[in-house]
């Protein structure tokens, strides 16, 4: 995407023209990536149409994104499992001819592992915040406290130290 005619003045000679355009192009490619993952959740969730709609549009709106092979693995794979066999061997070809050496024509493309915004996390850590919770009646949010300075939880009968 081209950064230059985001602003009605024009400021080339800016000392912070440079910097300004690096911060703009990487504010781009994390929406481009944003959508890419929307459009990964579709395909986990058998959701073709909405995975593929969600691929072409980032076509449309992130044209020079680093997501763009990512985005037309999406595409083959959401056309494919449509019977639309027209669409996925065009969106195949743009792969193979754009990117000859794509991990994704030959690999296809991953729903698992961390998200995009969890990039402070080990993969470990991510799968262990996306575990699902165990109910019980303690809450165990935080150790117990010591008994003179313990207060009732959110929970009528859990005794941990946060208060109600």
Not at 2 to 29: H, I, Q
Not at 39 to 53: D, F, G, I
Not at 80 to 106: C, E, I, W
Not at 127 to 141: A, E, H, M, Q, V
Request: one cysteine or more; hydrophobic letters at 35%; charged letters at 25%.
């Amino acid at each position: 995407m081209d950064c230059a005619g985001a602003w009605p003045f024009s400021f080339d000679n800016s000392n912070y023209a440079e910097d300004s355009t690096a911060r703009m192009k990487y504010l781009v490619n994390a929406l481009a990536s944003n959508e890419v993952h929307v459009a990964k959740y579709y395909l986990k969730r058998e959701a073709w149409v909405a995975a593929a709609n969600r691929a072409k549009e980032v076509l449309k709106t992130y044209p020079e994104a680093p997501a763009l092979e990512e985005t037309l693995a999406i595409m083959v794979i959401a056309y494919d499992n449509l019977k639309l066999t027209d669409l996925r061997d065009g969106a195949q070809r743009v792969l193979t001819l754009n990117f000859p050496n794509s991990k994704y024509a030959t690999k296809g493309v991953s729903t698992e592992g961390k998200a995009w915004y969890r990039f402070w996390c080990s993969p470990g850590v991510a799968r262990t915040i996306r575990s699902p919770l165990r109910l019980t009646r303690r809450c165990g949010s935080a150790p117990p406290a010591p008994p003179s300075s313990r207060k009732s939880c959110h929970h009528r009968s859990c005794r941990c130290a946060r208060p109600r």
